[in-house]
């Protein structure tokens, strides 16, 4: 296959897997261009003079002012599948959708829709996400984005942190580096580039960094240089300070724990196992193992307890309040616990089959960073779960009126159980639709209320529906923007 353009003026490019080819007089004669092409087919338009061609293996957009006959490179550093032109815009169809205006010099990302997104960090009014091309950063909460390129690379980013004004992140090749501007732009030259940073952590001017195969590394000087630690010999693929002490989650050799800021290294009773994420929340340390779900410490490590989330792979951590997030497999999704991790239930509502690799907390929502379908984001009220109003056993099941309705955009609904049992609310639409669950889970007898934010939904009428054994009740309710 090739892809070939022409204009009006007899010109036609044709693009092939041993280069791009012109010809000026509607193909009757063709020369070879400077441009030689890969071993890739690549998509071609022409505007006037200037011709545009899709690029692989990380060429971005390769772009012609002069009808095909000298060549530049384009800010675009990423396969470039599709191209489109639409006046003064040119839109590039990669991992996502690109825009230009200024022909090619520089891109703004449309979407992260079709990209890993390995881990997100939120600095200074912006989310900044860490993909398989380099970084993203967001300052409208993830409705249009930035792409951020490590010195004309395009480095895979498993790691970022934030300090202050600064974010850290830890790549695949370009090693650990430093942007001062909340994730805009990135510092260069950075060490640690023959190393895999699978996570990050700071405390003042101490940076650490955790890798493949050659354990933590740290920096006293804010990341300008990096000396290893002691553990040495093993992948480290999360990292939490907390009470002077640091937690290394590894690969099959459980959590690492020092505590004289990474000179020396115990082993934790949590061995022998895949850690992916840490957490902390007040006294409560969480892991998320692979394989089997996620663990809790009350004792900074000392010993841990297996959670009824106990027989998944748990790739992400996330927390607020008594609120705690975990992401797991394409078969499983998202998972919320409202009471610091003793009950657990799925919110996979609109998420799709994906893998949950990271979780941010950022502007009263959920971000969720996927693989290969990007960010999903949810309202954290969505999230927050049911509030016991009173543990008095109530003579029979009911469900209230929700209040205030009609309501933009939230509005609470109040039921009772008498019955220790397990319980649905559900939300339906004018159709009979299910739009979302508000509870899905075991409780006990007794007073309770939820909160319902429809910020995301249009203007309409809906219905909530309470099941709870053999009783079931549906109420109407008004949703005015």
Known sequence: MRYVAANDDGLIILTSGIGVFRSTDEGLSWNQTSNQGSSYNRPVIISGNN??????????????????????QGGLNSFVYSLALNGNILYGGSFGVFSTTNNGLSWDQLTLCIQDVYTMVSS???????????CSYSTNGGASWNLTTFNSQTPKVFSLVASGDNVFAGSVGSGVVLSTNNGQTFQYNHPLTNRIIYSLAVNGFDVFAGTALNGVYKSTNFGTSFIQSSLNNVTV???????????????RNGIMISNDNGATWIQSSLANQDVRALISNGNIVFAGTISNGVHISTNNGTSWTQTS???RDIFSLGVSG?????????????YVSNDNGVNWFQKNE?????????ICIFNDYV?????????FKRPLNDMLGIQPVSNEIPKEYSLSQNYPNPFNPVTNVKFQ????GFVELKIYDALGREVTTLVNEQLNPGTYEIDWNASNYPSGVYYYKLVARNFSETKKMVLIK
């Open 309 to 311: 989330l106990n027989n």
């Open 367 to 375: 971000y969720a960073g996927t693989s290969s379908r990007g960010i």
């Open 124 to 134: 200074g009014g912006a989310l900044v996400a860490g993909t398989n091309l380099a």
């Open 237 to 251: 693929r999360a990292l939490l300070l907390k009470d002077g002490l640091i937690f290394a989650g590894t690969e």
């Open 417 to 420: 159980i008498p019955k220790s």
């Open 51 to 72: 011709v545009y061609i899709g690029g692989v293996n990380n060429g971005g957009v390769f772009i012609s002012t002069n009808s095909g006959v000298t060549w530049n």
């Open 350 to 358: 609109g998420l799709l089959n994906v893998q949950v690799n990271s």
């Open 322 to 334: 008594n609120n705690i997030f975990a992401g797991s497999s394409r078969e499983f999704g998202f």
